[in-house]
């Protein structure tokens, strides 16, 4: 299992949506989505397991998204309106099972991208 990696991120107004790709080497049970702002801890923000089983921070519901592509081995965020808050650099994670959010940033378990940038100006 390699790194996988991520695409998608970049540079938006208030309010204004992205969508995050990640591309994995192999087909894993478990793929996440986390978030470091400059000064923060790591924070879960998405997981889904291969059965299409998702789990949300409080601050992603209503507004993201989390799928997947099974067969290309592709991990997807819908973002919409976007907040400044929602300022960070944004990796993606792989892992043979899925676990609480915030114990999988914590842990930082599996394996990890290299993470794309995303700002959100106000």
């Known amino acids: 299992q390699g790194d996988p990696v991520e695409s998608g991120g970049g540079s938006v107004q208030a309010g204004g949506s992205l969508r995050l790709s990640c591309e994995a080497s192999?087909?894993?049970?478990?793929m996440g989505w986390f978030r470091q702002a400059p000064g923060n801890e790591p924070e879960g923000v998405a997981s889904?397991?291969?059965?299409?089983?998702?789990s949300y921070a409080d601050s992603a519901k209503g507004r993201f998204t989390v799928s997947r592509d099974n067969a290309k081995k592709t991990l997807f965020l819908q973002m919409n309106n976007l907040k400044p808050d929602d300022t960070a650099m944004y990796f993606c994670?792989?892992?043979?099972?899925?676990?609480?959010?915030?114990?999988?940033?914590?842990?930082?378990?599996?394996?990890w991208g290299q993470g794309t940038q995303v700002n959100v100006s106000s």
């Open positions: 994670a792989a892992a043979a099972f899925c676990i609480d959010l915030r114990v999988w940033a914590m842990r930082r378990a599996g394996y």
């Open positions: 889904i397991s291969d059965d299409g089983s998702t």
């Open positions: 192999s087909r894993t049970s478990c």
